[in-house]
């Protein structure tokens, strides 16, 4: 029997692209090679004594997945990680084989060997797949409907959208509130990708409107520079001033582009970068060595800051991305 695993790149997908060299990984690098371990009863004496026991839930969840990751993931099975900045998954299959590799991707020392088909937009994913894909989980089954879906879309097949029968949530992920806020993360990123290119500019304008600065678009124009400008007063005259440069939906954002809105800012300036195709390794290198003060913002953290400020944002803000706020049980 084939079956399919979601296995995360890391937080935020900072391994997707070591992945892409043909593997899966997950952590748990001070336990050494998982294949040592006769029982799970030695894999988790050893969890424990590494890690501690403070949450004995947490530590038996990490072992089930350890466990899963060396001895349920068989040859062929279907296997699928998320690349979060580029919004796109590696769907490809299991060879057979676990390995330790120390320092071989990141911190992530245990491997196995993918061979990937391709990758899948996840645009064009069915609204039920996208919210069953949410979870918050090192490693986790994907149901056959969803694997399909992949497999449909790998082949240039349409998929056709259901209606989302709120009544038919999975009670169990309504229990996990890391689960949760990280789907509504994700919804709201889809929402975020929706929109166009001038509604992203206000968007970023209400951002900063709601961080307390005074922002406007740009007028338009093709000579016009940047998209958004702000300050404290609203003219420019008081530090710092931000000139916001926005790209959406056009791939990821290279080191020449960066250098090309770094020479734009002139003193007193502060750079702010927005893109929602993320941004190449070699594009935040220019990032970190700009002599202005340059902060790169791609569609986690652009998510990310609309949840922080959206309480002091205005109308038109929230018109653009409009959110109900959840209560949860304190702990």
């Known amino acids: 029997m084939i079956n399919n695993w979601m296995v995360r790149a890391g937080r935020k997908g900072i391994y997707s692209e070591d992945f892409e060299g043909g593997f899966v990984a997950i952590g748990w690098a001070q336990l050494g090679d998982l294949s040592q371990y006769v029982s799970d009863v030695d894999l988790r004496e050893k969890y424990i004594e590494v890690y501690g026991n403070e949450k004995p839930q947490a530590t038996a969840n990490a072992v089930a997945m350890i ?6 993931i068989k040859a062929n099975d279907y296997l699928v990680s998320y690349n979060p900045e580029t919004r796109e998954y590696l769907v490809g299959k299991d060879q057979g084989k676990y390995s330790y590799e120390p320092e071989a991707i ?18 064009v994913l069915s609204q039920r797949s996208r919210n069953s894909l949410g ?3 090192t490693l986790f089954s994907i149901n056959q409907d969803v694997m399909d879906e992949f497999l449909a879309a790998l082949k240039g097949k349409p998929i056709p959208d259901e209606p989302l029968d709120v009544a038919r949530v999975d009670d169990d992920s309504i229990l996990l509130k890391d689960e949760t806020v990280d789907r509504s993360h994700e919804l709201i990123k889809d929402k975020i990708v929706g929109l166009g290119s001038e509604e992203m500019e206000e968007l970023v304008a209400a951002i900063l409107r709601g961080m307390g600065y005074r922002a406007k678009v740009s007028p338009k124009g093709p000579d016009r ?21 926005v790209k959406h939906r056009g791939g990821s954002i290279g080191a020449p582009v960066i250098r090309g809105f770094i020479g734009a800012l002139r003193d007193g300036d502060s750079g702010l970068f927005v893109s929602t195709g993320g941004f190449t390794r070699e594009a935040r290198y220019e990032s970190e060595r700009s002599t202005f003060p340059l902060t790169l913002i791609d569609l986690d953290d652009l998510a990310d800051l609309i949840v922080t400020h959206y309480e002091d944002f205005d109308l038109d803000g929230r018109a653009l991305v409009p959110l109900v706020k959840i209560y949860w049980p304190a702990d």
């Open 135 to 137: 979870s918050t989980l």
């Open 225 to 245: 520079g940047v998209d958004v400008i702000a300050s404290l007063d609203g003219l420019g005259l008081t530090r710092p001033r931000i000139k916001v440069e």
């Open 106 to 123: 990141g911190d992530y020392s245990n491997l196995r060997a993918a061979t990937w088909l391709g990758k899948v937009s996840r645009d």
């Open 67 to 72: 466990t899963k990751f060396r001895d349920k």
